[in-house]
């Protein structure tokens, strides 16, 4: 078996395919269905909705020649785009327009080109949301780009799971790994609540949580990246938390143990999570690079422009609660 050729990406990420027609904002999935072929480094179309059976056979015995001969590439990150263009968004892609019926609006604020730093809530008890995010600019954002998402250290742990999160581009959460990515031209996820939002009770759905010490504002004004605010909602009823057992979290070695209403009382069945209907909202981007050298060492000025993301995304999920109709439709 041959081996995987390792590429330095470059700022811009190669050239990007057109955009997909039916994907604008506000789109709730329709026309999804007519997505373009996108050429691949291999010069293989990706999957499309509109294949016969034929032309997937075709594709998919193509991809996996290539993938035994090791004709593929990998950046030094682990990042694999055919395998996440072409395996991966399309396992997560009927979860992404059919269980939760993602509508995206704004997705256009993330600049076509050059380095950006997503910011958005965390919430959901498992971290689906972040998956979402990357499906909802993967799919529909003009210049097609790839959302690198920044993960905790657990998530790298995991057998299996952190092999795919390198895969599908995440990296640590680390100052160091951000600014290498944004440096290079691409666009960075980041959740600032950590396993604060991911974990909180039920009863504090929506009420974002403390965003650390500044961290992300500070990378993204080193590499004079612009700061896109998000706002998701719906993640945070897919496994309502009622409780929390500290007592097994402290056993299994995780930050909590959640507790909701179908989990661990119908075991497995309990992990189902629930059909919400999800909007992701990206919010117009906060400019860093007019800032003189040195403003990411001003704690005062950390502080105002976290508290100006944090209070963007707290008023957006507002704005969006009150249009919403209902949980699940």
């Known amino acids: 078996m041959g081996d995987a050729k390792v590429i330095p990406f470059g700022p811009s990420g190669g050239e990007q395919p057109e955009r997909p027609d039916g994907a604008g904002e506000g789109d709730t ?10 050429e691949r480094p291999s010069g293989e179309p990706e999957f499309t909705s509109g294949d016969g059976w034929e032309q997937r056979l075709a594709r998919g015995l193509a991809f996996l020649r290539r ?5 593929y590439e990998v950046d030094d990150f682990g990042y694999d785009p055919e395998l996440t263009d072409q395996v991966l968004m399309s396992l997560l892609r009927p979860l992404y327009e059919k269980y939760f019926r993602v509508e995206v609006r704004g997705v256009e604020h993330i600049p076509d080109e050059g380095g950006a730093l997503i910011v958005a809530n965390h ?5 689906l949301d972040g998956l979402m995010m990357q499906v909802a600019v993967h799919d529909h954002h003009p210049a097609n780009r790839h959302l690198r998402l920044l993960a905790a250290d657990l998530v ?15 990296t640590l959460a680390c100052a160091e790994d951000a600014a290498r990515l944004l440096e290079r031209g691409e666009a960075v996820g980041v959740m600032p609540e950590g396993y604060k939002g991911l974990g909180k009770p039920f009863g504090e759905r929506y009420k974002l949580q403390r965003f650390g010490r500044g961290g992300f504002v500070a990378t993204a004004l080193r590499a004079g990246a612009p700061i896109v605010p998000c706002s998701i909602v719906g993640a945070e009823e897919i496994y309502p938390m009622v409780g929390n057992s500290r007592t097994l979290a402290r056993l299994l070695g995780l930050p ?3 507790v909701t209403p179908t989990f ?13 209907k999800w909007t992701i909202e990206f919010g117009e981007p906060i400019p860093t690079d007019d ?4 403003s990411a060492d001003d ?13 963007t995304i707290q008023h957006t999920l507002y704005k969006l609660l009150v249009r919403r109709r209902s949980v699940f439709f």
């Open 156 to 170: 790298f742990l995991l057998p299996a799971v952190g092999e795919l999160a390198r895969k599908a581009g995440h």
């Open 256 to 258: 909590y143990f959640p």
């Open 67 to 71: 993938r035994v001969r090791g004709d």
């Open 299 to 311: 704690p005062m000025l950390m502080f105002n422009l976290t508290d100006r993301v944090r209070e």
């Open 29 to 38: 999935g329709e026309g999804r269905g007519r997505r373009r072929e996108r």
């Open 123 to 127: 919430s959901g008890t498992l971290p």
């Open 291 to 294: 800032y003189p050298p040195g």
């Open 264 to 276: 661990p009382w119908l075991g497995a069945l309990g992990a189902v999570p629930l059909p919400t």
